[in-house]
């Protein structure tokens, strides 16, 4: 069982997909702290000139230290929805798929999800969806293991309780805190993941801008082109054939 193991982001990158789509299992931390001004509530899109800016779900994060992320309710004022579409109404207007993107965002907005968690997450899914991703998802509320658990000892028994004997890991902090040793102690491969980004013409940016929310690929490509980006990415991936090996 190939595994990855990530906090809900909202409109994630396309490099969030590439590991979801290289493992069997996403499980996806609903449990841990909110990280503030983190992809957990808000990510970035491209504005007019190339300009960074950034959609945000409004929660009410008073007291977040004390809660799980899963806890969190959204603002009770839900204006919020109607800015984040109008921001990507403006920044999108004149990117080569508008037409074919913004009734699926209209769509996603008329949701009433109640918590910051289940907004990500419904995020998620739609993208997923799009790029065609048959990867289960699993929440980590629903998966039997020790909560007293932090850091490297967390993931490692989410893996051992979920039956990974291969766990996709990103090139971020995760390369200095994880116990290679634990997990080789109990049979599990520590795989990393090596991605690199693909480039595509951007409306909005002279030059390109990585590393911001896949929504930018759909305007820019169109859901077809994007999908056909994204998948010869993840199979031309020099880790590729270590997982799949």
């Not at 779900?57 to 919020?80: C, F, M, P, T």
């Amino acid at each position: 069982m190939k595994v990855a193991i990530q906090q809900p982001h909202y409109f994630p990158w396309i490099g969030y997909f590439d590991k979801m789509a290289k493992v069997d299992l996403f499980v996806l931390l609903d449990e841990v702290q909110l990280e503030k001004r983190s992809p957990m509530t808000r990510n970035r899109v491209l504005g007019p000139g190339g300009s960074v800016e950034y959609i945000s779900v409004a929660a009410n994060q008073r007291g977040h230290r004390e809660k799980r992320y899963n806890e969190i309710l959204i603002s009770d004022d839900s204006s919020w929805k109607k800015k984040n579409l109008s921001q990507l109404q403006e920044y999108y207007r004149k990117a080569p798929f508008y037409e074919e993107i913004l009734p699926i965002l209209q769509q996603f907005y008329c949701a009433d999800w109640g918590t910051l968690c289940e907004w990500s997450v419904s995020s998620i899914q739609m993208l997923k969806e799009l790029l065609e991703i048959p990867t289960q998802l699993v929440y980590q509320k629903d998966v039997s293991y020790d909560r007293s658990n932090k850091k490297s000892d967390l993931i490692l028994d989410l893996c051992i309780h979920v039956n990974a004997d291969l766990y996709v890991a990103g090139r971020g902090a995760s390369v200095q805190y994880l116990d290679r040793e634990a997990f080789e102690k109990n049979r599990i491969k520590i795989v990393f993941q090596d991605f690199q980004h693909p480039v595509y013409p951007q409306a909005n940016a002279p030059e390109f801008v990585s590393g911001i929310s896949a929504l930018d690929m759909l305007f820019n490509c169109g859901i077809k082109k994007t999908r056909d980006l994204f998948w010869e990415n993840v199979r031309n991936s020099r880790e590729f054939e270590n997982i799949e090996g």
